[in-house]
């Protein structure tokens, strides 16, 4: 078998090739990331030998790997993807410290060579789309999120009563309330009933002139009210207009990722916190659970859910020393947007029969911190995610917590 390692940059990829004996068969060359560069690439291969003598290994770097991972997959090679983590501790064996584009290449090749690792699996067509979605609709959760934090800091300094007024501050009435007045300086002057059809209309009759008198009286008290700020006030409007264009765009993708109905979903969302969404984000983040259960001559000790726990990045990153040991936290290496689903699942699944005992003993009976007990809920809903995919059933509470049904 022949062993080829590319390290992959932005522009410009480095391929280089191995035996089994650790020979070079192809010194370290470059090619380009367009169609002259695959091209060379293809030819390159086809030299080493025929796709089932020729195995070709790679980083996931970033999302540069995707596009080469492809068009290796084409030609008819077969692409592994793995951990960069790997290479990086391979390269670090040279005495000299050596490090470039062409040792790289060549330690990936003896990566791929050595084995013990899993590869990233590539997706089909349809559980790619799906993946991309999730990730992009998370990207603009987090834009939306970062975007709060800075609304509340321009608001410390116009108006920081404004926050006790709603019970969400970021909610739609509130944000078409500061597109309008977004300093206690301006709103001081108007009258309760201005406000109120705007927020009868928006909060659609859950609110109107009792919040409205409320809110002039408490711009009329403000520390802020006889100060001038128009560049906060215009970054107040513009946060607003942002927030509201990032809302429109995630129900965009909701629309996009609704109809999307991989095989298990409706099966994950019988489990307590896991709705559409989060169910979508979760399965195009594993793909087929296939890959976490242990094979019969698998000798590795852990089972299949430490496998989705450790892929998800909530297993436990233990570090000792002689006599000294260190603080036990989550490893956080592996899919963050699997993390941050199951994350999220657990915030809600807290407040569920089925894990509310879990969470309140870790958190009142144990005093730990709200986040350590959180992570133990997270880490049941890995469990229960690995029982109802492995086994194709819905989610039982029962037989969650092990008890058995009468015959």
Not at 190 to 201: G, N, P, R, T
Not at 222 to 241: C, F, G, P, Q, Y
Not at 350 to 372: L, N, P, S, V, W
Request: aromatic residues 6%; proline residues 4%; contains cysteine.
């Amino acid at each position: 078998m022949i062993y080829v390692g590319v390290d992959v940059a932005k522009s410009d990829h480095c391929l280089g090739a191995i035996d089994a004996q650790g020979k070079v068969l192809l010194k370290p060359i470059t090619f380009a990331q367009d169609a002259e560069g695959f091209a060379k690439l293809a030819s390159h291969l086809h030299q080493l030998g025929k796709p089932d003598e020729v195995v070709v290994g790679m980083e996931a770097t970033g999302h540069y790997w995707v596009l080469l991972a492809e068009e290796i997959q084409k030609l008819g090679y077969l692409p592994k993807v793995f951990n960069p983590i790997l290479s990086a501790d391979a390269g670090r064996m040279s005495v000299r410290g050596r490090k470039t584009d062409e040792d790289d290449c060549l330690a990936i090749a003896k990566v791929l060579r050595d084995g013990g690792f899993n590869p990233v699996r590539l997706p089909d067509a349809m559980m790619g789309e799906l993946k991309r979605l999730c990730r992009y609709r998370q990207l603009a959760v987090e834009r939306g999120a970062n975007l709060k934090k800075r609304l509340i800091g321009y608001l410390d300094l116009v108006f920081p009563e404004f926050q006790n007024l709603f019970s969400d501050c970021y909610g739609p009435t509130a944000r078409a309330v500061l597109a309008k007045t977004p300093s206690a300086r301006l709103m001081r002057g108007y009258q309760a009933k201005s406000f109120a059809s705007l927020m009868m209309k928006v909060s659609k009759g859950h609110l109107g002139l009792e919040r409205a008198t409320d809110m002039i009286t408490a711009a009329k008290a403000s520390i802020a009210a006889n100060r001038t700020d128009l560049a906060t006030e215009m970054a107040i409007r513009m946060t607003v207009e942002e927030l509201d264009l990032i809302e429109r765009q995630i129900d965009s993708y909701d629309v996009q990722i609704s109809p999307m109905a991989p095989a298990g979903k409706d099966l994950l969302m019988t489990i307590p916190g896991i709705g559409p969404v989060l169910a979508a984000v979760i399965l195009a983040e594993i793909g087929s659970i296939d890959r976490f259960i242990p094979s019969a001559g698998d000798t590795a000790k852990s089972d299949g859910i430490h496998r989705l726990l450790a892929f998800a990045g909530l297993d436990p990153r233990v570090r000792e020393s002689g006599q000294w040991t260190g603080k036990v936290r989550m490893s956080k290496r592996g899919s963050r947007a699997l993390r941050t689903a199951i994350w999220r699942a657990a915030f809600i699944a807290c407040k569920h029969d089925a894990f509310r005992e879990i969470y309140e003993r870790h958190r009142k009976t144990m005093k730990q911190h709200q986040k350590i007990a959180l992570s133990h809920v997270a880490r049941k809903i890995v469990q229960a995610i690995y029982g109802v995919l492995r086994y194709q059933k819905q989610f039982d509470l029962d037989a969650f917590r092990g008890i058995k049904k009468a015959a």
